[in-house]
């Protein structure tokens, strides 16, 4: 296509380009400045205006319609004033306002103190030795893999300081020797000689309800044996004696000051009760009402501020508040506070047939504000009445 060849006076670059600045321009390109100018300077901008300032003015005619609406109540004035009229009837009209109003006060902080209880030993150890005899033959033995085996339980813990055996020789014509073995220790034994002596275990300690053992074969050569042979094993331990009362150590975590601040409650955080606590196999135990405090403390009261006046008026609402600015700890100090209130205005109106009559300025004020609220509620007042 050829704009050129079909269309008469085709002109690929008029003037009026200059005002196209693409797609992505922001301005006009001087349009509206050029139109302003050309409306000032231009004939047609000059004959228009003197059109308007030389048009004359509009004359109102005495017998419009609103003119004698006019009339016509100034003429039933003494009908609609003094209430009277089978048509008319008086009503109390009102209007709302809101207003927002924007404030300043200071916040109550609380702030929180923490106390726990824990519970410790105080007290001292010390040592004494206790002495442990056994006589083997006549403990419970049972068989395990041809040996007869005899548990004993230690009924203490402590270090063996000194381990001692001894029995006596059976008087067989013949010599049966075997070992003992006991808290890890072999013992030559032979029934033609008897025994007394000390000996190093291979087990040191002993434990409180831990079982140590002392077995030997059941049968040696042609010689059973029916349980444990005789042999008296002697102990000495050395036992830690200890001696604690249990007691209550507190302690406690407060960001602030308390010097700072009233305290104002105190609630229990960890409920009471026994605590037991376990020092070299003993036990200890500790009751106590509550094991744990949280204090409240007040470190700023509340302050009204410049919101007093609204916050004492019934009429005025909290919309919305803003920290104005805060504690180190994070606690809000201080707000900006914004109320809403309301304002009424009420006036006295008469009601004639679907026309509506002030009777006092206050109606007057009522009906000249800003919002169509009162239009609309005296189109519903008008509607009833009709």
């Known amino acids: 296509f050829k704009p050129q060849e079909s269309i008469p006076g085709y002109n690929a670059n008029p003037d009026e380009t200059k005002y196209y600045g693409g797609v992505t321009a922001g301005g006009d390109g001087g349009l509206k400045n ?51 009229g089978q048509q008319c009837s008086a009503q109390e009209i009102s209007r709302s306002e809101y207003t927002n109003y924007t404030c300043e006060r200071d916040l109550q902080v609380e702030q929180y103190c923490t106390r726990t209880a824990r519970m410790e030993l105080q007290g001292s150890t010390t040592w004494e030795t206790r002495t442990l005899e056994y006589e083997m033959s006549q403990l419970p033995a049972r068989e395990v893999n041809g040996q007869y085996v005899v548990s004993i339980t230690s009924p ?7 381990a001692h055996y001894s029995w006596s020789r059976t008087y067989l014509q013949k010599s049966v020797p075997m070992t003992i073995t006991v808290l890890g220790t072999p013992l030559s034994w032979n029934a033609k000689y008897s025994a007394d002596a000390s000996f190093t275990p291979v087990q040191k300690t002993l434990t409180a ?20 042979t005789a042999m008296k094993l002697r102990l000495v331990v050395r036992v830690k004696k200890a001696s604690y009362t249990p007691y209550v150590v507190w302690s406690e975590s407060c960001p602030f000051s308390k010097e700072l601040g ?31 405090y949280r204090d409240t403390y007040v470190t700023q009261s509340a302050d009204k501020g410049t919101c007093q006046t609204y916050t004492d008026n019934p009429a ?25 209130c309301e ?30 609220d009162f239009a609309e509620a005296v189109s519903q007042l008008a509607a009833l009445a009709a």
């Open 316 to 340: 005025c609402t909290l919309v919305s508040h803003q920290c104005a600015f805060y504690s180190e700890e994070g606690a809000c100090l201080h707000e900006y506070a914004t109320y809403s």
């Open 156 to 162: 203490v813990t402590g270090e063996i300081v000194d």
């Open 209 to 228: 309800g831990v079982a140590f053992t002392s077995s030997h074969p059941v049968r040696v050569g042609n010689t059973k044996f029916r349980r444990h």
């Open 34 to 84: 050029d139109g302003t100018t050309e409306w000032a300077t231009g004939e047609t901008g000059k004959t228009i205006t003197e059109s308007f300032m030389n048009k004359p003015k509009d004359i109102l005619s005495p017998d419009a319609p609103f003119i004698q609406t006019g009339r016509d109540v100034v003429n039933r004035a003494d009908s609609i004033v003094g209430n009277t």
């Open 262 to 292: 009233k305290l104002t409650k105190t609630e229990c955080t960890e409920a009471g009760g026994n605590r037991t606590l376990v020092k070299d196999g003993q036990s200890y135990s500790m009751y106590q009402s509550c094991w744990a």
């Open 343 to 372: 304002s009424k205005t009420s006036g006295k109106v008469m009601l004639c047939g679907g026309d509506v009559f002030c009777l006092d300025g206050e109606c007057d004020k009522a009906q000249s504000g800003k919002s169509n």
